[in-house]
């Protein structure tokens, strides 16, 4: 269906678009990147460029490809200059009426052969491919930032979606040298909906006062193998977008307790202390970081009882058949560095062992939040493990 003569529209210059419009023109397709503001055209091309020049710098890009790239590359500023294109990936603001307006109009403008695509993070497909008239035809691609370097994509189908078309955008986002899994139109999908609790259960022993931003951060790392702590993460995120997330999943599950946000996040967000990005979030980035306090046991606790609440997470997923416990696992490892897929971890851990964490969470607290995945109790019954 697609091939290296597909053209591939894209539409928003920012830092997500121009990064899926990256990956697009690198594996050798013609792209066209739409904009409706003049300085993030001219933002995004010298962006662009200054991007290859330093994978070349780097010696992991030859000069005369990243020219290829950028002769590939055409910013254009009227809707219609994408009348030609084969897929559209939409790469905007979240927000469901502004999607919802642009594929109404763009759907007048391409072919009936023409696919389109969102990159929403945690909006239903369904809802944004209500606007079309043709929503068979319409799908979810969602790629994680920065798109030219973390390797997986999120496809996902939307109710009306054609059967066929899910494998064959499979094949091509495969081509471009990505990762891709497949998932159900869920709040979240994958990613979005099984790392809640990294931030969620981190806020709930920090709110508590169990522990303290640098030691759960530091608990994380030392003992779970993470890469970043949650506080820290949070910050560089920005709260303007994970609280936001966590927000828009809350919601979108008919506000289960699972995804209940903390006020100390929504504090900072309604502050306008969104992290990195202001200086202030979590963290004071104007001043010495403090140090954590580094209690062996304590670290244990705390990371046990986050890294059972990330497993019922990825458990429930399973249960529901949101994706397949490969797809899951691989999501977590290549969408969000998680040093384990969580079904394997559980394996590792032992099952019981996670199970009874969230029991005895669940009998202390009285809070469904804490209520363990029917399918991890299936698993202890049978004594199975998840592989």
Same mark, same amino acid.
């Given at each position: 269906?697609?091939?290296? /003569?597909?053209?591939?529209?894209?539409?928003?210059?920012?830092?997500?678009?121009?990064?899926? #419009?990256?990956?697009?023109?690198?594996?050798?397709?013609?792209?066209?990147?739409?904009?409706?503001? =003049?300085?993030?055209?001219?933002?995004? !091309?010298? /962006?662009?460029?200054?991007?290859?020049?330093?994978?070349?710098?780097?010696?992991?890009?030859?000069?005369?490809?990243?020219?290829?790239?950028?002769?590939?590359?055409?910013?254009?500023?009227?809707?219609?200059?994408?009348?030609? $294109?084969? +897929?559209?990936?939409?790469?905007?603001?979240? /927000? +469901?009426?502004?999607?919802?307006?642009?594929?109404?109009?763009?759907?007048?403008?391409?072919?009936?052969? $023409?696919? +389109?695509?969102?990159?929403?993070?945690?909006?239903?497909?369904?809802?944004?491919?209500? #606007? $079309?008239?043709? =929503?068979?035809?319409?799908?979810?691609?969602?790629?994680?930032? =920065?798109?030219?370097?973390?390797?997986?994509?999120?496809?996902?189908?939307?109710?009306?979606?054609?059967?066929?078309?899910?494998?064959?955008?499979?094949?091509?986002?495969?081509?471009?040298?990505?990762?891709?899994?497949?998932?159900?139109?869920?709040?979240?999908?994958?990613? /979005?909906?099984?790392?809640?609790?990294?931030?969620?259960?981190?806020? @709930?022993?920090?709110?508590?006062?169990?522990?303290?931003? #640098?030691?759960?951060?530091?608990?994380?790392?030392?003992?779970?193998?993470? !890469?970043?702590?949650?506080?820290?993460?949070? %910050?560089?995120?920005?709260?303007?977008?994970?609280? &936001?997330?966590?927000?828009?999943?809350?919601?979108?599950?008919?506000?289960?307790?699972?995804?209940?946000?903390?006020?100390?996040?929504?504090?900072?967000?309604?502050?306008?202390?969104?992290?990195?990005?202001?200086? @202030?979030?979590?963290? %004071?980035?104007?001043? =010495?970081?403090?140090?954590?306090?580094?209690?062996? +046991?304590?670290?244990?606790? &705390? $990371?046990?009882?986050?890294?059972?609440?990330?497993?019922?997470?990825?458990?429930?997923?399973?249960?529901?058949?949101?994706?397949? !416990?490969?797809?899951?696992?691989?999501?977590?490892?290549?969408?969000?560095?998680?040093?384990?897929?969580?079904?394997?971890?559980? %394996?590792?851990?032992?099952?019981?062992?996670?199970?009874?964490?969230?029991?005895?969470?669940?009998?202390?607290? *009285?809070?469904?939040?804490y209520r363990p995945s029917v399918l991890l109790k299936?698993?202890? #019954?049978?004594? *199975?493990?998840?592989?």
């Open positions: 269906m697609f091939s290296l /003569n597909s053209k591939i529209g894209i539409i928003g210059s920012g830092a997500m678009g121009s990064g899926i #419009a990256q990956v697009a023109a690198t594996a050798g397709h013609d792209v066209f990147i739409y904009d409706n503001n =003049p300085a993030s055209i001219e933002k995004a !091309k010298n /962006n662009l460029a200054s991007s290859l020049l330093k994978l070349v710098e780097k010696q992991k890009l030859t000069k005369e490809k990243a020219d290829s790239v950028l002769a590939k590359s055409n910013f254009i500023s009227q809707l219609k200059d994408l009348s030609a $294109c084969d +897929l559209v990936i939409e790469a905007i603001v979240e /927000n +469901l009426e502004v999607k919802q307006k642009v594929f109404s109009e763009l759907e007048t403008l391409v072919s009936d052969n $023409c696919i +389109l695509a969102t990159n929403t993070s945690s909006l239903s497909i369904a809802s944004i491919a209500a #606007a $079309c008239k043709k =929503p068979n035809r319409f799908l979810g691609i969602h790629f994680f930032n =920065p798109a030219t370097l973390m390797p997986l994509v999120e496809i996902i189908p939307g109710i009306a979606t054609q059967d066929n078309l899910t494998s064959e955008i499979k094949k091509l986002i495969d081509s471009w040298g990505k990762t891709t899994v497949i998932t159900k139109d869920t709040p979240g999908f994958i990613v /979005n909906r099984v790392a809640r609790p990294f931030y969620s259960e981190s806020l @709930r022993i920090y709110e508590e006062g169990i522990a303290d931003l #640098a030691t759960i951060d530091w608990a994380m790392k030392e003992f779970g193998g993470f !890469k970043m702590g949650p506080f820290e993460l949070m %910050d560089l995120i920005g709260h303007d977008v994970n609280y &936001i997330v966590t927000e828009t999943v809350w919601k979108q599950f008919y506000f289960d307790p699972r995804f209940k946000p903390a006020l100390s996040q929504k504090r900072l967000l309604e502050a306008g202390f969104l992290g990195r990005k202001t200086g @202030r979030g979590f963290y %004071d980035y104007n001043s =010495p970081l403090p140090e954590p306090r580094k209690d062996e +046991l304590l670290g244990k606790l &705390i $990371c046990h009882r986050v890294l059972c609440m990330l497993i019922n997470e990825a458990a429930d997923a399973l249960y529901y058949n949101i994706a397949g !416990k490969e797809d899951i696992d691989l999501a977590m490892t290549k969408g969000v560095n998680y040093p384990k897929g969580l079904l394997k971890w559980a %394996d590792e851990i032992g099952i019981e062992k996670v199970l009874n964490t969230l029991q005895e969470l669940y009998s202390l607290y *009285q809070e469904d939040r299936h698993k202890v #019954a049978q004594k *199975q493990g998840f592989y």
